[in-house]
């Protein structure tokens, strides 16, 4: 079946410009997360959505970042006039359970490399 | 959160078994273990947890020290497929479900 999916692949943002990264969850999952990848470090959560609901967003670094899952699918994550610190590889996940039950697993998407020149 | 501390990187000859160990002495009695992987240019992939017991699955064996202070994950026989940075993670029941990630270890596979 058709797993997590991400678009575009890659991303070239000049510095101040907004970019809004897409990610395509696995069909009825409930879970749905975001991290970010900087070269040579495992990744780091940003933010968590149950369904359309926002449950957590403590990893988001600042108010330039917003992400949004309207309807409980797709969702997008935005980031506002961007800065170099934000070149990354922006990860998203999705999984079957809900927040507590630890026992799914996440499946990742290919991720989105942004760099910002 | 409690955190987890593995070698930086390993070697292994293919059609070898690997021990890849990870130490967590830290570890709650309700923290599960986790075990992803990460392909070069891919997103990580789930590879196996456990609680307490050690586990078997398709890809790989999970060996869990009797105090749960470290665990051990085996790869019974590399292959080059098998290169690929590998992340112990805790999960504990009452966070959310974020994995927090570290630095992992980087798995060589010689042919």
């Known amino acids: 079946g058709a797993g997590v999916s991400q678009s575009p692949r890659y991303k070239v943002a000049k510095r101040g410009q907004d970019v809004a990264l897409r990610c395509d969850p696995i069909?009825?999952?409930?879970?749905l997360f975001w991290y970010q990848q900087a070269l040579g470090q495992g990744p780091e959560f940003l933010t968590y959505?149950?369904?359309?609901?926002?449950?957590?967003k403590s990893g988001l670094p600042s108010d330039r970042f917003f992400a949004e899952r309207p309807e409980g699918s797709v969702s997008t994550l935005k980031i506002q006039r961007t800065q170099q610190e934000d070149s990354a590889v922006y990860l998203c996940?999705?999984?079957?359970?809900?927040?507590?039950?630890?026992?799914?697993?996440?499946?990742f998407g290919p991720g989105t490399r942004l760099t910002v020149t | 959160d409690a955190k987890t501390t593995q070698p930086n990187s390993m070697e292994s000859n293919e059609e070898e078994p690997v021990h890849l160990p990870c130490n967590h002495s830290?570890?709650?009695?309700?923290?599960?273990i986790h075990w992803y992987r990460q392909l070069p240019s891919q997103g990580p992939e789930y590879v196996i947890h456990?609680?307490?017991s050690n586990v078997n699955n398709r890809m790989a064996s999970l060996a869990i020290a009797e105090d749960r202070k470290s665990s051990t994950l085996i790869l019974h026989r590399a292959t080059l497929r098998d290169a690929a940075v590998y992340y112990c993670?805790?999960?504990?029941?009452?966070?959310?479900?974020?994995?927090?990630f570290g630095t992992g270890t980087r798995l060589q596979v010689f042919p």
């Open positions: 996940a999705s999984s079957q359970g809900i927040s507590g039950d630890l026992s799914y697993e996440q499946y």
């Open positions: 069909s009825g999952h409930v879970s």
């Open positions: 959505f149950q369904n359309e609901a926002q449950l957590d």
């Open positions: 830290t570890i709650s009695g309700t923290d599960y």
């Open positions: 456990g609680l307490t």
């Open positions: 993670i805790l999960r504990a029941p009452l966070n959310t479900d974020k994995l927090i």
